[in-house]
């Protein structure tokens, strides 16, 4: 099982050059809140991504030059390293989806593979079990996101979206668009069959505008939710 390796500044150059895979260090230090706060995540990351990724660590108050060459000024800093050389950065204590996202991106490339591809297999896979215990496929965890997935991604036609969004980007050099799909779950700890929750959503598709609403069903009685939300207008 791998977990991050410890780099000073005897080690962290030829680490970096050495590696295959892309190279996240953190650079922390052992009085530093936010970074004791990150430090689980990253230990789960270099469980899951072995193979993909290397998590490194490397103590500012014990390898002040490794710091120093990297212009490290606030803690927790984690640098992305490609080939050895510094390729993304992001300072702070992130959670486990920023960090999952800000990993994603480069993985993708280094494995040759789009983004929308390194999530889809990150999904969870049946038999899986989640972090309140249930399990993926069970009466329990009816789990349809990767049905719903390919569902919006043919309603919206999201290939030809992105090639129009990457031609656009190609014919202009200061005006920019973007294009993504983000799966998210969120847990509210019911695990329990005869426990759950029943959510209703409709998604009406207004001009540039869709609207999106939900109503929770709890013990057969219906609750509006206090507001609809409009989604961002898409150009």
């Known amino acids: 099982m791998s977990k991050p390796i410890e780099l000073t500044d005897e080690n962290l150059e030829e680490t970096l050059s050495n590696s295959s895979v892309p190279v996240l260090v953190d650079y922390w230090a052992e009085w530093c809140g936010p970074c004791k706060m990150v430090a689980p995540v990253l230990e789960e990351l270099a469980v899951e991504l072995e193979g993909k990724l290397t998590v490194g660590k490397v103590d500012v108050d014990s390898n002040r030059d490794a710091a120093a060459k990297q212009n490290v000024m606030s803690i927790p800093t984690l640098i992305l390293f490609k080939d050895g050389q510094p390729i993304d950065q992001r300072i702070g204590a992130l ?134 939300r409009n989604t961002p207008s898409v150009r």
């Open 95 to 228: 959670t486990k989806n920023q960090l999952q996202e800000f990993i994603n991106e480069h993985i993708s490339h280094s494995l040759g593979k789009s983004l929308i591809e390194i999530q889809e297999l990150n999904f969870y896979k049946d038999g899986e079990a989640t972090p309140f215990g249930d399990v993926v496929g069970s009466e329990a965890f009816n789990w349809t996101v990767p049905l719903l997935w390919e569902q919006v991604k043919e309603s919206v036609d999201y290939y030809a979206r992105k090639a129009s969004v990457e031609l656009f980007n190609k014919s202009n050099r200061y005006r920019k668009r973007g294009v993504c799909m983000v799966p998210t779950k969120y847990g509210i700890g019911v695990s329990s069959a005869e426990n759950r929750l029943q959510v209703l959503h409709h998604i009406l598709q207004l001009p540039r505008r869709p609207l999106y609403a939900h109503k929770t069903l709890l013990r057969e009685l219906w609750f509006d939710q206090p507001s609809r």
